[in-house]
């Protein structure tokens, strides 16, 4: 069935001014919806046509009749404005959410596979607070892009690798602490973390203790066997933390492949790099030389250890050749943009013209408020909690305190406070444009009311508990009876997903699903609250729309790895 827009861009083309492709990209929806659904905008042809905007927009509407659907169209201001038949539209809408359930406004299948590299934390450390950014709008952008119609790989790209093994083996073997297996398969996330925190304080009064590291370390990438268990250890007590706490929050991967999983595959890379002239010595270092505004990549130091980039060369390759894909997306926070300028700049100089398609996807930073009120980077008022399961385990309480309150008496309280606690805590984080630094606040980001988490699972909430109530079959519904004010806006909403979607694509920015989710939940509240549903006369038309709106704001919460929970 041909949809309102492919309308549009079948009479456009009728006018011979526009191609259909071209008429589709050029439509957009006016931000008054006085001035009708869609709007092709006549600016581009006055070139053209030697004539202003307003006077082609005019003789079009003049000439050309509406399409099937449509009640009329209009020229405005040099706009083109074309108004669908109110009840095509929610015939279209609500068969549409009901043929489709939650995959309304998804994309049909493409044969293009995107790899995206998110969360990627450092091992042999907790997850802090800060790496909340790169694993949810990872994990968000894994599943839009899968609902684009993409096939995705999710890797998460451990740093298990460098110097920081080097430091904690140091410690490990300076507290002469047992290396039996036993021991070794008891270890814990936080005995890392203290090691950690220890070689800062002791080298500090020791500087030799860096040396001492990175000899481990060089040791350790020679391939020395006890050193080869001690690291084996560090990093699986990482990972069963880690994997804790993913689990959780609803995140998931495709590849564990961390630094050290390309290790064997670096000599090839070296190689290829010297075959190809690239590599220079430069103060005892191999580097390649970049252009006069991006300084060299480091490849090798002195005493042959890689680096961080030389890692990420190998990392990019490896995908490519497994994968073929159409592109590669590293979720990183904006500190990182010169270390993937160089990798994708060595990568082109190496020849791989596919490094037009490795894209950084940059974030701001988490800020929080300081005693004297000021928002800065560091850690959350609630003392230790700067650590991301500290603070996911605080909203939870708070939430908990709460259900407590209001509705002790509900089923899985535990489960449903951490789902709105982790909730409002993401939601927080992927409302803003994913380049904006993000202001947290306790009280603001678990509060009901506002653009909050819990705000859009509430309304969520609503709709599932006026399905429960009503207990009816979804079954038909009736044009005529949701053409009233609130009715209509809250379908004009749910018509708008795909090309929500589409845009939170094309961007990388799930803040526009975000943003999507806070407009959808208010057109709910607000009908809910105006139109009785259970025992009106238009009972069935009003639960069928109900419905519609509860798939399409369960699936939009998904597609941000938000929990749609039924009850609260
Ligand atoms: N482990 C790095 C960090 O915590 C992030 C890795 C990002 N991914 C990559 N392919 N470099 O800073």
Redesign the pocket.
């Known amino acids: 069935m041909p949809t309102f827009e492919t309308k549009i861009a079948k009479l456009a083309e009728q006018t011979t001014h526009w191609t259909a492709e071209e008429a589709l990209a050029l439509l957009s929806i006016p931000p008054d919806p006085s001035h009708g659904d869609w709007s092709l905008p006549c600016f581009t042809l006055a070139k053209k046509l030697r004539k202003a905007p307003k006077a082609i927009a005019e003789e079009l509407a003049a000439k050309f009749p509406a399409p099937e659907g449509f009640a009329k169209t209009e020229a405005l201001n040099g706009y083109w404005n074309f108004y669908a038949d109110k009840k095509a539209i929610i015939e279209s809408v609500l068969n549409g959410i009901k043929e489709k359930g939650l995959k309304f406004g998804f994309a049909e299948p493409k044969n293009k596979t995107i790899v995206i ?1 998110y969360s ?3 091992i042999g450390k907790e997850l802090a607070f800060h790496h909340l950014r790169s694993t949810m709008i990872g994990n968000s952008l894994a599943k839009i892009h899968k609902a684009c119609g993409c096939k995705v790989e999710r890797v998460n ?1 451990l ?1 298990d690798w460098g110097t920081q093994f080097g430091k904690l083996i140091v410690m490990y073997l300076r507290e002469n602490l047992p290396a039996d297996e036993a021991t070794l398969s008891n270890l814990t996330i936080q005995e890392l973390n203290r090691l950690y925190s220890s070689f800062s304080k002791i080298s500090k009064e020791e500087p030799e203790l860096e040396n001492k590291a990175r000899e481990a370390f060089a040791k350790l990438e020679k391939g020395d066997e006890f050193y080869r268990k001690l690291w084996t250890a560090f990093k699986e007590a990482t990972l069963k933390e880690l994997v804790r706490i993913y689990k959780i929050m609803g995140v998931d991967f495709d590849h564990y492949t961390g630094e050290s999983f390309f290790e064997d595959k670096i000599p090839a890379v070296i190689e290829e790099l010297e075959k190809k002239n690239l590599l220079e010595n430069s103060q005892e270092r191999d580097v390649v030389l970049l252009d006069e505004d991006t300084p060299p990549c480091l490849i090798r130091k002195s005493d042959g250890s890689t680096l961080y980039a030389t890692r ?1 060369l190998a ?1 990019a390759l490896f995908p490519k050749r497994k994968f073929n894909f159409y592109k590669c997306l ?1 979720v ?1 926070d904006n500190g ?1 943009a010169l270390h993937f300028k160089q990798v994708f700049a060595v990568l082109g100089k190496m020849g791989y013209e596919f490094n037009i398609h490795c894209e950084h996807i940059p974030f701001g930073l988490i800020l929080h408020k300081n005693e004297e009120g000021k928002w800065e980077k560091g850690k959350t008022r609630t003392g230790t909690a700067s650590l991301l399961r500290d603070v996911i385990d605080a909203a939870s309480a708070k939430i908990l305190d709460l259900i407590n309150e209001k509705n002790p008496n509900l089923a899985n309280k535990e489960e449903i406070a951490t789902k709105i606690g982790i909730g409002a805590i993401a939601f927080n984080d992927l409302k803003n444009r994913r380049f904006m630094d993000v202001k947290f606040d306790w009280d603001a980001a678990l509060s009901f009311e506002g653009a909050t988490g819990p705000y859009v699972q509430n309304a969520h909430v609503r709709l599932c508990s006026i399905l429960r109530k009503s207990g009816k079959e979804i079954s038909q519904f009736k044009s005529e009876e949701l053409l009233d004010q609130n009715s209509y806006d809250l379908i004009k909403v749910l018509s708008r997903k795909g090309e929500k979607i589409n845009a939170a694509c094309e961007n990388n920015e799930p803040y526009i699903l975000a943003q999507y989710s806070l407009e959808l939940a208010e057109t709910a509240h607000r009908f809910i609250h105006n139109n009785r549903v259970i025992g009106s006369a238009e009972e069935n038309s009003r639960l069928f729309l109900v419905y519609c709106a509860q798939q399409v704001l369960e699936s939009t919460l998904d597609l941000l790895g938000i929990a749609a929970i039924r009850e609260m």
Do not use: L
Request: proline share 9%; charged share 20%.
């Open positions: 590299d990627s934390p450092n790209h740093g990420d990392a590293y990183v990182q």
